[in-house]
Protein backbone atom coordinates (compact mmCIF):
# COMPACT_ATOMS: atom_id res chain seq x y z
CA UNK A 1 0.00 0.00 0.00
CA UNK A 2 1.34 2.96 -0.95
CA UNK A 3 1.76 6.29 1.17
CA UNK A 4 0.67 9.71 0.30
CA UNK A 5 2.82 12.80 2.23
CA UNK A 6 1.76 16.16 1.97
CA UNK A 7 4.09 18.46 0.23
CA UNK A 8 4.85 22.24 1.00
CA UNK A 9 6.80 24.74 -0.64
CA UNK A 10 7.71 28.39 1.03
CA UNK A 11 7.11 29.95 -1.40
CA UNK A 12 3.48 29.45 -1.89
CA UNK A 13 1.30 32.40 -1.26
CA UNK A 14 -0.52 30.22 0.82
CA UNK A 15 2.19 28.79 2.91
CA UNK A 16 1.20 30.57 6.14
CA UNK A 17 -2.14 29.40 5.63
CA UNK A 18 -0.99 25.80 5.06
CA UNK A 19 1.28 25.63 8.13
CA UNK A 20 -1.38 26.51 10.14
CA UNK A 21 -3.85 23.81 9.18
CA UNK A 22 -0.89 21.40 9.42
CA UNK A 23 0.13 22.79 12.86
CA UNK A 24 -3.51 22.85 14.10
CA UNK A 25 -3.87 20.44 17.40
CA UNK A 26 -6.55 20.56 19.59
CA UNK A 27 -5.99 19.10 22.93
CA UNK A 28 -9.18 19.55 25.06
CA UNK A 29 -10.85 16.28 25.48
CA UNK A 30 -14.57 15.73 24.87
CA UNK A 31 -17.73 16.47 27.29
CA UNK A 32 -17.90 12.01 27.95
CA UNK A 33 -13.64 12.45 29.00
CA UNK A 34 -14.61 15.15 31.44
CA UNK A 35 -17.51 14.51 32.59
CA UNK A 36 -16.04 10.36 33.76
CA UNK A 37 -13.14 11.98 35.17
CA UNK A 38 -14.95 14.51 37.13
CA UNK A 39 -16.89 12.04 38.56
CA UNK A 40 -13.33 9.46 39.27
CA UNK A 41 -11.45 12.34 40.97
CA UNK A 42 -14.75 13.37 43.14
CA UNK A 43 -15.29 9.84 44.01
CA UNK A 44 -11.63 9.22 44.90
CA UNK A 45 -11.55 12.25 46.88
CA UNK A 46 -14.37 11.86 48.92
CA UNK A 47 -14.12 7.73 49.09
CA UNK A 48 -10.00 7.56 49.11
CA UNK A 49 -8.64 3.44 49.07
CA UNK A 50 -12.22 1.98 48.35
CA UNK A 51 -12.32 4.49 44.93
CA UNK A 52 -9.12 3.41 43.44
CA UNK A 53 -9.63 -0.18 44.56
CA UNK A 54 -13.24 -0.14 42.86
CA UNK A 55 -11.98 2.11 39.67
CA UNK A 56 -8.67 -0.13 39.27
CA UNK A 57 -10.91 -3.52 39.37
CA UNK A 58 -12.91 -2.26 36.57
CA UNK A 59 -10.41 -0.74 34.46
CA UNK A 60 -7.23 -2.89 34.87
CA UNK A 61 -9.80 -6.32 35.21
CA UNK A 62 -8.25 -6.72 38.44
CA UNK A 63 -9.74 -8.65 41.58
CA UNK A 64 -7.82 -6.67 44.78
CA UNK A 65 -9.70 -6.13 47.65
CA UNK A 66 -6.91 -4.29 49.41
CA UNK A 67 -4.39 -1.32 48.95
CA UNK A 68 -1.93 -4.06 50.15
CA UNK A 69 -2.33 -6.08 47.08
CA UNK A 70 -1.62 -2.77 44.85
CA UNK A 71 1.43 -1.77 46.66
CA UNK A 72 5.07 -3.06 45.17
CA UNK A 73 7.92 -3.45 47.80
CA UNK A 74 11.41 -2.57 47.53
CA UNK A 75 12.58 -6.26 47.41
CA UNK A 76 10.34 -6.37 44.27
CA UNK A 77 12.13 -3.62 42.48
CA UNK A 78 15.02 -4.84 43.78
CA UNK A 79 14.84 -8.57 42.27
CA UNK A 80 13.57 -7.28 38.97
CA UNK A 81 16.29 -5.51 38.23
CA UNK A 82 19.04 -8.05 39.49
CA UNK A 83 17.00 -10.71 37.49
CA UNK A 84 16.80 -8.61 34.56
CA UNK A 85 18.94 -10.48 31.19
CA UNK A 86 22.59 -9.07 31.68
CA UNK A 87 22.29 -6.66 27.80
CA UNK A 88 19.12 -4.91 29.47
CA UNK A 89 20.01 -4.45 32.92
CA UNK A 90 23.77 -3.35 31.60
CA UNK A 91 21.75 -1.06 29.04
CA UNK A 92 19.22 0.30 32.12
CA UNK A 93 21.95 1.22 34.26
CA UNK A 94 24.45 2.62 31.64
CA UNK A 95 21.20 5.38 30.70
CA UNK A 96 20.56 5.86 34.17
CA UNK A 97 24.01 6.87 34.48
CA UNK A 98 24.21 9.03 31.90
CA UNK A 99 20.68 10.71 32.55
CA UNK A 100 21.95 11.38 36.46
CA UNK A 101 25.45 12.56 35.23
CA UNK A 102 23.33 15.16 32.90
CA UNK A 103 20.66 16.61 35.69
CA UNK A 104 23.44 16.80 38.30
CA UNK A 105 24.84 19.98 36.06
CA UNK A 106 21.18 21.47 36.53
CA UNK A 107 21.53 21.90 40.67
CA UNK A 108 20.83 25.42 41.23
CA UNK A 109 21.89 26.15 45.20
CA UNK A 110 21.06 29.25 47.06
CA UNK A 111 22.67 32.19 47.46
CA UNK A 112 22.88 35.55 48.81
CA UNK A 113 24.70 39.00 49.21
CA UNK A 114 24.69 42.04 51.24
CA UNK A 115 24.51 44.98 50.33
CA UNK A 116 26.72 48.36 52.00
CA UNK A 117 24.44 48.80 54.70
CA UNK A 118 24.84 45.41 56.00
CA UNK A 119 21.26 44.18 54.44
CA UNK A 120 21.41 40.74 53.14
CA UNK A 121 19.29 39.34 49.84
CA UNK A 122 19.06 35.93 48.39
CA UNK A 123 17.20 32.71 47.65
CA UNK A 124 17.02 29.44 49.62
CA UNK A 125 16.94 26.66 47.12
CA UNK A 126 14.90 23.66 48.64
CA UNK A 127 13.51 20.47 47.44
CA UNK A 128 9.74 19.52 47.26
CA UNK A 129 8.91 16.97 49.96
CA UNK A 130 7.28 14.39 47.91
CA UNK A 131 6.66 13.87 43.98
CA UNK A 132 4.21 11.57 42.12
CA UNK A 133 5.51 10.02 38.77
CA UNK A 134 2.66 8.91 36.50
CA UNK A 135 4.28 5.50 34.35
CA UNK A 136 1.96 4.36 31.73
CA UNK A 137 1.13 0.51 31.56
CA UNK A 138 -0.05 -2.42 29.66
CA UNK A 139 1.27 -2.31 26.29
CA UNK A 140 2.59 1.23 26.43
CA UNK A 141 5.57 0.10 29.28
CA UNK A 142 8.18 2.83 29.10
CA UNK A 143 11.00 2.21 31.25
CA UNK A 144 12.72 5.23 29.48
CA UNK A 145 10.01 7.42 31.30
CA UNK A 146 11.20 5.99 34.79
CA UNK A 147 14.19 7.67 34.57
CA UNK A 148 13.65 10.71 32.48
CA UNK A 149 11.15 11.52 35.42
CA UNK A 150 11.96 10.01 38.56
CA UNK A 151 16.04 10.77 38.02
CA UNK A 152 15.72 14.96 38.04
CA UNK A 153 13.71 14.35 41.15
CA UNK A 154 16.21 12.17 42.77
CA UNK A 155 18.78 14.50 42.20
CA UNK A 156 16.89 17.45 43.18
CA UNK A 157 16.98 15.92 46.70
CA UNK A 158 12.98 14.81 46.64
CA UNK A 159 12.06 13.53 49.95
CA UNK A 160 9.92 10.94 48.96
CA UNK A 161 9.30 9.76 44.86
CA UNK A 162 5.77 7.63 44.92
CA UNK A 163 5.50 6.19 41.43
CA UNK A 164 1.96 4.86 39.90
CA UNK A 165 1.85 2.66 36.91
CA UNK A 166 -1.41 0.39 35.69
CA UNK A 167 -0.65 -3.37 35.40
CA UNK A 168 -3.72 -4.15 33.45
CA UNK A 169 -4.84 -8.10 34.23
CA UNK A 170 -2.00 -7.81 36.69
CA UNK A 171 0.60 -8.03 34.47
CA UNK A 172 3.73 -6.27 35.49
CA UNK A 173 6.39 -5.39 33.31
CA UNK A 174 9.90 -6.49 35.37
CA UNK A 175 11.73 -3.31 33.17
CA UNK A 176 9.54 -1.07 34.21
CA UNK A 177 10.04 -1.93 37.86
CA UNK A 178 13.99 -2.02 37.91
CA UNK A 179 13.76 1.31 35.97
CA UNK A 180 12.43 1.95 39.35
CA UNK A 181 14.94 0.29 41.11
CA UNK A 182 17.66 2.36 39.23
CA UNK A 183 16.15 5.70 39.66
CA UNK A 184 15.58 5.81 43.43
CA UNK A 185 12.09 5.24 43.71
CA UNK A 186 10.41 4.50 47.16
CA UNK A 187 7.00 3.60 46.86
CA UNK A 188 5.35 1.96 43.84
CA UNK A 189 1.26 1.67 43.21
CA UNK A 190 0.01 -0.53 40.70
CA UNK A 191 -2.85 2.17 39.70
CA UNK A 192 -3.20 4.32 37.08
CA UNK A 193 -5.89 6.51 35.12
CA UNK A 194 -7.55 8.96 36.77
CA UNK A 195 -8.35 7.80 39.86
CA UNK A 196 -4.39 7.26 40.48
CA UNK A 197 -3.99 11.20 39.44
CA UNK A 198 -6.37 11.86 42.32
CA UNK A 199 -4.90 9.49 44.71
CA UNK A 200 -1.85 11.16 43.95
CA UNK A 201 -3.30 14.63 44.42
CA UNK A 202 -5.66 14.04 47.52
CA UNK A 203 -4.16 11.44 48.78
CA UNK A 204 -5.49 8.70 50.26
CA UNK A 205 -5.73 6.30 53.49
CA UNK A 206 -2.55 4.43 51.83
CA UNK A 207 -1.76 6.85 48.71
CA UNK A 208 0.49 9.80 49.82
CA UNK A 209 -0.67 13.20 49.15
CA UNK A 210 1.98 14.74 46.78
CA UNK A 211 3.58 18.29 45.93
CA UNK A 212 3.50 17.45 42.37
CA UNK A 213 2.60 15.00 39.53
CA UNK A 214 4.83 14.46 36.06
CA UNK A 215 4.57 11.73 33.69
CA UNK A 216 2.84 11.10 30.43
CA UNK A 217 -0.04 9.47 29.89
CA UNK A 218 -3.55 8.90 27.84
CA UNK A 219 -6.17 11.96 27.49
CA UNK A 220 -8.09 10.24 30.74
CA UNK A 221 -4.46 11.43 32.47
CA UNK A 222 -4.11 14.64 30.89
CA UNK A 223 -7.80 15.49 31.59
CA UNK A 224 -7.63 14.84 35.24
CA UNK A 225 -3.74 15.89 35.87
CA UNK A 226 -5.38 19.52 34.33
CA UNK A 227 -8.17 19.00 36.71
CA UNK A 228 -6.04 18.72 39.81
CA UNK A 229 -3.81 21.80 38.92
CA UNK A 230 -3.55 24.07 41.82
CA UNK A 231 -4.42 21.19 44.67
CA UNK A 232 -0.75 19.86 43.16
CA UNK A 233 1.63 20.86 40.72
CA UNK A 234 1.48 19.49 37.16
CA UNK A 235 4.52 19.43 34.92
CA UNK A 236 2.64 19.95 31.49
CA UNK A 237 -0.29 18.52 29.49
CA UNK A 238 1.58 17.09 26.59
CA UNK A 239 0.15 17.22 23.29
CA UNK A 240 1.01 14.19 20.66
CA UNK A 241 5.29 13.23 20.13
CA UNK A 242 6.69 15.32 17.15
CA UNK A 243 9.90 16.16 15.09
CA UNK A 244 10.84 18.39 12.73
CA UNK A 245 13.91 17.00 10.46
CA UNK A 246 16.16 19.90 8.79
CA UNK A 247 18.24 18.49 6.07
CA UNK A 248 20.81 19.96 3.67
CA UNK A 249 20.13 17.05 1.52
CA UNK A 250 23.82 15.01 2.14
CA UNK A 251 22.34 13.05 4.68
CA UNK A 252 21.25 9.67 3.83
CA UNK A 253 17.61 9.42 2.75
CA UNK A 254 16.96 6.20 4.83
CA UNK A 255 18.32 7.66 8.06
CA UNK A 256 16.06 10.63 7.58
CA UNK A 257 12.75 8.54 6.78
CA UNK A 258 13.58 5.97 9.72
CA UNK A 259 14.49 9.20 11.95
CA UNK A 260 10.56 10.72 10.62
CA UNK A 261 9.12 7.05 11.70
CA UNK A 262 11.08 6.92 15.05
CA UNK A 263 7.94 9.46 16.26
CA UNK A 264 5.41 8.41 13.69
CA UNK A 265 5.39 5.10 15.11
CA UNK A 266 4.03 6.27 18.55
CA UNK A 267 0.52 6.89 17.25
CA UNK A 268 -1.45 7.95 14.28
CA UNK A 269 -1.41 11.61 15.69
CA UNK A 270 2.37 11.81 16.16
CA UNK A 271 4.03 14.38 13.50
CA UNK A 272 7.16 14.24 11.41
CA UNK A 273 8.08 16.66 9.48
CA UNK A 274 11.12 17.21 6.96
CA UNK A 275 12.51 20.55 5.62
CA UNK A 276 15.03 21.01 2.98
CA UNK A 277 16.52 23.66 0.91
CA UNK A 278 17.15 20.54 -1.86
CA UNK A 279 13.77 19.14 -4.09
CA UNK A 280 15.35 16.33 -5.18
CA UNK A 281 16.46 15.32 -2.09
CA UNK A 282 12.63 15.44 -0.76
CA UNK A 283 11.52 12.39 -3.57
CA UNK A 284 14.62 10.88 -2.21
CA UNK A 285 13.03 10.53 0.79
CA UNK A 286 9.67 9.71 -0.08
CA UNK A 287 11.03 6.64 -1.93
CA UNK A 288 12.92 5.81 1.46
CA UNK A 289 9.68 5.78 2.84
CA UNK A 290 8.26 3.87 0.69
CA UNK A 291 10.56 1.05 0.23
CA UNK A 292 10.92 1.05 4.46
CA UNK A 293 7.52 1.12 5.11
CA UNK A 294 6.70 -2.38 4.81
CA UNK A 295 9.45 -3.33 6.99
CA UNK A 296 8.28 -1.79 10.31
CA UNK A 297 6.25 -3.52 12.89
CA UNK A 298 4.00 -0.47 13.81
CA UNK A 299 3.31 0.22 9.97
CA UNK A 300 -0.27 0.72 9.83
CA UNK A 301 0.57 3.73 12.11
CA UNK A 302 3.25 5.25 10.89
CA UNK A 303 1.37 5.59 7.67
CA UNK A 304 -2.11 6.65 9.20
CA UNK A 305 0.86 9.49 11.47
CA UNK A 306 2.69 10.57 8.15
CA UNK A 307 -0.78 11.00 5.65
CA UNK A 308 -2.63 12.86 7.79
CA UNK A 309 -0.37 14.80 10.07
CA UNK A 310 3.14 14.59 8.13
CA UNK A 311 4.81 16.71 6.05
CA UNK A 312 7.99 17.40 3.18
CA UNK A 313 8.59 20.58 3.12
CA UNK A 314 10.83 22.78 0.54
CA UNK A 315 12.80 25.91 1.89
CA UNK A 316 14.05 27.99 -0.20
CA UNK A 317 16.67 29.24 1.73
CA UNK A 318 18.43 28.79 5.42
CA UNK A 319 17.06 31.67 6.76
CA UNK A 320 13.10 29.89 5.23
CA UNK A 321 14.39 26.92 7.29
CA UNK A 322 14.91 28.69 10.25
CA UNK A 323 11.84 30.87 10.05
CA UNK A 324 10.29 27.77 10.11
CA UNK A 325 11.76 26.41 13.00
CA UNK A 326 10.97 29.19 15.23
CA UNK A 327 7.61 28.85 13.49
CA UNK A 328 7.10 25.46 14.16
CA UNK A 329 9.05 25.13 17.88
CA UNK A 330 9.06 21.51 17.83
CA UNK A 331 9.47 19.18 20.57
CA UNK A 332 12.06 17.07 19.18
CA UNK A 333 14.47 19.50 16.03
CA UNK A 334 16.89 17.56 13.85
CA UNK A 335 19.53 19.49 12.65
CA UNK A 336 20.89 17.44 10.02
CA UNK A 337 23.70 19.69 8.24
CA UNK A 338 26.90 20.49 7.93
CA UNK A 339 27.35 22.91 10.63
CA UNK A 340 24.87 22.59 12.89
CA UNK A 341 26.95 24.93 15.73
CA UNK A 342 26.48 27.92 13.21
CA UNK A 343 22.12 27.69 13.18
CA UNK A 344 22.15 27.77 17.01
CA UNK A 345 22.09 32.06 17.55
CA UNK A 346 19.64 31.52 15.74
CA UNK A 347 16.99 29.15 16.97
CA UNK A 348 14.90 30.55 19.52
CA UNK A 349 12.14 28.05 19.93
CA UNK A 350 12.51 24.22 20.57
CA UNK A 351 12.49 21.31 23.55
CA UNK A 352 15.33 19.22 22.40
CA UNK A 353 17.98 19.86 19.64
CA UNK A 354 19.98 17.27 17.85
CA UNK A 355 22.88 18.56 16.32
CA UNK A 356 24.97 16.73 13.00
CA UNK A 357 24.02 14.03 11.06
CA UNK A 358 24.70 10.95 13.20
CA UNK A 359 22.45 12.26 16.12
CA UNK A 360 19.19 10.17 15.80
CA UNK A 361 16.47 11.67 18.39
CA UNK A 362 16.25 8.19 19.39
CA UNK A 363 19.34 8.89 21.07
CA UNK A 364 17.55 10.99 23.36
CA UNK A 365 14.61 8.99 23.93
CA UNK A 366 17.02 6.85 26.11
CA UNK A 367 20.23 7.59 26.63
CA UNK A 368 21.89 10.38 25.79
CA UNK A 369 21.46 12.30 29.35
CA UNK A 370 18.96 15.28 28.36
CA UNK A 371 15.27 14.73 29.68
CA UNK A 372 12.66 13.32 27.24
CA UNK A 373 9.75 14.76 28.72
CA UNK A 374 9.62 17.62 26.54
CA UNK A 375 7.00 20.85 25.40
CA UNK A 376 4.59 19.75 22.62
CA UNK A 377 2.38 21.31 20.44
CA UNK A 378 4.53 24.69 19.81
CA UNK A 379 4.33 25.15 23.47
CA UNK A 380 8.41 25.44 23.24
CA UNK A 381 7.76 29.22 22.57
CA UNK A 382 7.72 29.33 26.49
CA UNK A 383 8.63 26.22 28.03
CA UNK A 384 11.29 23.78 28.89
CA UNK A 385 12.21 19.92 28.97
CA UNK A 386 11.48 18.76 32.81
CA UNK A 387 14.64 19.09 34.35
CA UNK A 388 15.51 19.60 37.97
CA UNK A 389 14.62 22.88 38.51
CA UNK A 390 11.48 21.13 38.57
CA UNK A 391 11.63 19.65 41.35
CA UNK A 392 12.40 22.77 43.20
CA UNK A 393 11.33 26.03 44.71
CA UNK A 394 13.09 29.36 45.39
CA UNK A 395 12.19 31.40 48.55
CA UNK A 396 13.39 34.92 48.55
CA UNK A 397 15.42 36.17 51.55
CA UNK A 398 15.50 39.50 53.17
CA UNK A 399 16.87 40.66 56.14
CA UNK A 400 17.04 44.32 55.92
CA UNK A 401 19.81 46.35 58.72
CA UNK A 402 18.15 49.31 60.70
CA UNK A 403 19.52 52.20 58.09
CA UNK A 404 18.76 49.45 55.07
CA UNK A 405 15.00 49.75 56.27
CA UNK A 406 15.14 53.39 56.85
CA UNK A 407 16.46 54.15 53.70
CA UNK A 408 13.93 51.33 52.20
CA UNK A 409 11.28 52.33 54.59
CA UNK A 410 10.73 55.99 52.52
CA UNK A 411 10.68 54.64 49.04
CA UNK A 412 8.22 52.26 50.26
CA UNK A 413 6.05 55.19 51.99
CA UNK A 414 5.95 57.09 49.28
CA UNK A 415 4.99 54.32 46.52
CA UNK A 416 2.20 52.84 49.67
CA UNK A 417 0.75 56.20 49.82
CA UNK A 418 0.20 56.58 45.65
CA UNK A 419 -1.72 53.39 46.14
CA UNK A 420 -3.45 54.63 49.11
CA UNK A 421 -2.33 51.88 51.23
CA UNK A 422 -2.14 53.74 54.16
CA UNK A 423 -0.87 50.62 56.87
CA UNK A 424 1.61 49.39 54.34
CA UNK A 425 3.08 53.10 54.35
CA UNK A 426 2.96 53.53 58.54
CA UNK A 427 4.34 50.02 58.46
CA UNK A 428 7.39 50.88 56.87
CA UNK A 429 7.76 54.62 58.17
CA UNK A 430 7.77 53.02 61.58
CA UNK A 431 11.59 51.68 60.79
CA UNK A 432 12.59 55.08 59.58
CA UNK A 433 15.42 56.60 61.76
CA UNK A 434 15.41 60.28 62.79
Same mark, same amino acid.
Not at 88 to 114: C, G, P, T
Not at 304 to 312: C, K
Given at each position: ???T????DS ?8 M??L ?13 A ?6 Q????G ?6 Y ?5 RM?V ?5 L ?5 Q???A ?5 E???DA?L??A???R ?9 S??Y ?8 G ?10 I???G ?12 A??AHV???Q ?7 T ?9 L ?10 V?T?G?AQ ?5 AY??E?V ?17 K??V ?15 L??C???T ?5 A??L??Q????E?AQ???V????Q?L??VEQ?I?R????M ?7 T #???E $? +?A??? /? *?S??D ?6 RIAP ?7 A??EA????I ?26 L ?7 F???LG??D????S ?9 A?D??K?? #???? $? +???L? /? *? ?9 D
Amino acid at each position: MSITIRRFDSAQPDFAEQMEQLLAWDSVSDAAVQHAVTDIVNQVRERGDMAVIEYTNRFDRMSVDSMVALELSQAQLQQALETLPEAQRDALLQAAERVRRYHEKQKQDSWQYREDDGTLLGQKVTPMDRVGIYVPGGKAAYPSSVLMNAIPAHVAGVQEIIMVVPTPDGELNQLVLAAAAAAGVDRVFTIGGAQAVAALAYGTETVPKVDKIVGPGNIYVATAKRMVFGAVGIDMIAGPSEILVVCDGQTNADWIAMDLFSQAEHDEDAQSILVTTDAQFLDEVEQAIERLLPTMERADIIRT #SLSE $R +GALIL /A *HSEDDAIALINRIAPEHLELSVADPEAWLPSIRHAGAIFMGRYTAEALGDYCAGPNHVLPTSGTARFSSPLGVYDFQKRSSLIMCSAQGASDMGKVA #SVLA $R +GEFLT /A *HARSAEYRILD
